[in-house]
């Protein structure tokens, strides 16, 4: 049975049996749920279908202990839980940032670009399973499709390893004309302490202020990433980030992401025209002092890398500190032919054992 077609199951409805021996006995047969209906059909050893608050979840957990949560009618991963010490029963440590109102977390974001640069999203709202695997429970994968993407087939793969997860994204334009859109995989990654939380692997990149692009998961919109910090926060020596469009270098090895910024890191436009250009690296390292946690962030497909910080504006929701940041590419929309794809992925992945 293809998996489109687990949206067009009818459930059975209870019926009622009146036994012989007696008249009065009546008995319901059990109804099959929906995600009773996944657990038969992709449910195996580390992959879990359920129910909470009305969401649809998919619950992967390999060898080691290492989980990851996943609503599946919107595509968002809201936990992900790695073995990051050998301490048998503690040895977990949630990496996302996810709030109460399921904001946060690891989101795909892919949005239309007319031509005055502007964007609309597209419609990400609803997802099926389209298929499931693993490998002796120490790789797992659960693979969605979109159904309300128009004419984009947008397939949607979430696997986690023990040191490691990753969500990779096709996008096939099934239209007939070209279609321009920007996208991110935007993780929104927990940190204890405010002033301990940096990324490093990023020196020598130009960077320049930018709105991360709008998304049905994100806990600051584009309108607040970008405001300025109230000066009564600045420390000594710290400077505003500049305004959009003003390019600059990354000269430190380590980014203090203390204060609020928003950026994209990436290659200018105009570099963009040249027949060789520096690119951002394929990889870069976040850092939670409190934790003593790294985590290494992999980019493949997308052209530019986003990060961003709340500053002051993180006590709103919490004690806890967080930091958006994935590969992107929203400078330069990414053109899909009739009939072709586009691929990209992001991987965290981590040493701390």
């Known amino acids: 049975m293809a998996a489109a077609s687990l949206l067009s199951l009818s459930l059975p409805k209870p019926t009622i049996l009146i036994p012989k021996s007696t008249a009065s006995t009546i008995t319901t047969p059990s109804v ?132 490691s997860m990753a969500t990779a994204v096709i996008i096939k334009n099934n239209g007939r004309k070209p279609v321009d859109l920007k996208t991110a995989i935007l993780s929104h990654l927990k940190s204890k302490k405010r002033g301990g939380t940096a990324i490093q692997g990023l020196q020598g990149c130009k960077y320049c202020t930018q709105p991360p692009l709008t998304s049905q998961f994100e806990i600051l919109s584009p309108s607040e990433a970008v405001k300025p910090e109230d000066p009564a926060w600045f420390s000594l020596g710290w400077e505003p980030e500049k305004k959009g469009g003003i390019w600059s270098v990354q000269d430190l090895p380590l980014t203090i992401l203390k204060h609020k910024v928003s950026r994209v890191y990436g290659a200018p436009l105009e570099e963009r025209l040249k027949e060789f250009y520096n690119t951002p690296p394929s990889k870069y390292e976040t850092i939670d002092q409190g934790r003593e946690l790294f985590f290494r962030v992999v980019r493949m497909g997308f052209e530019e890398i986003y990060v961003s910080s709340p500053g002051s504006l993180s006590e709103k929701y919490g004690e806890e500190y967080f930091i958006c940041t994935g590969p992107a590419t929203m400078l330069a929309p990414i053109t899909i032919e009739p009939g072709e794809e586009w691929r990209g992925a992001q991987v965290i992945e981590h040493d701390n054992l």
């Open 32 to 163: 099959t749920t929906f995600t009773e209906t996944l657990d038969q059909k992709f449910g195996r050893k580390g992959i879990k279908f359920s129910e909470f608050d009305g969401n649809q979840i998919a619950e992967l957990t390999v060898r080691n202990g290492s989980s990851l949560k996943l609503q599946l009618n919107n595509a968002h991963v809201t936990s992900y839980k790695p073995k990051v010490n050998w301490k048998d029963n503690d040895g977990f440590e949630e990496v996302l940032y996810t709030t109460s109102a399921a904001k946060g977390g690891i989101g795909l974001v892919i949005n239309y670009a007319d031509d005055n640069s502007k964007s609309k999203g597209v419609d990400l709202s609803e997802w099926i399973v389209k298929d499931a695997d693993s490998d002796s429970i120490d790789a797992l994968q659960v693979e969605l499709s979109c159904t309300t993407s128009g004419t984009l087939d947008i397939t949607y793969v979430i696997s986690l390893y023990a040191l």
